[in-house]
Nanobody, 121 residues
Framework: QVQLVESGGGLVQPGGSLRLSCAAS????????MGWYRQAPGKERELVAA???????SYADSVKGRFTISRDNAINTVYLQMNSLKPEDTAVYYC???????????????WGQGTLVTVSS
């Protein structure tokens, strides 16, 4: 089995920063794209940022210039550096990855359990 475990959420004041981490573990042969999604109360889950296995990144317009996604392929971990946080960034943030399981030819889409980010004074 493959698991994604997020960490780094919490309460931060507007204008502050947080760094989220997501570590993949289990019988992993390869990881393709990784991404961060978020879901605010009463809203649909949305893509925040994504990064390919080669390091190509993409961002939602609402976070461009404030958030940075990166990954360390050696330890199967993706990060989300969030700066200049706004109250509207408050949401549960979920990690997502496309994983090729060892001994399998199938790619699985794996989700983390989510970590809450609250931006409030």
């Amino acid at each position: 089995q493959v698991q994604l475990v997020e960490s780094g959420g919490g309460l931060v004041q507007p204008g502050g920063s947080l760094r989220l981490s997501c570590a993949a573990s289990g019988s992993i042969r390869s990881i393709n794209a990784m991404g961060w999604y978020r879901q605010a109360p009463g809203k649909e889950r949305e893509l925040v940022a994504a990064i390919s296995s080669g390091g190509r990144t993409s961002y939602a317009d609402s976070v461009k210039g404030r958030f940075t996604i990166s990954r360390d392929n050696a330890i199967n971990t993706v990060y989300l550096q969030m700066n200049s946080l706004k109250p509207e960034d408050t949401a549960v943030y979920y990690c997502n990855a496309g994983v090729l399981v060892s001994g399998s030819l199938r790619w699985l889409e794996v989700w983390g359990q989510g970590t809450l980010v609250t931006v409030s004074s």
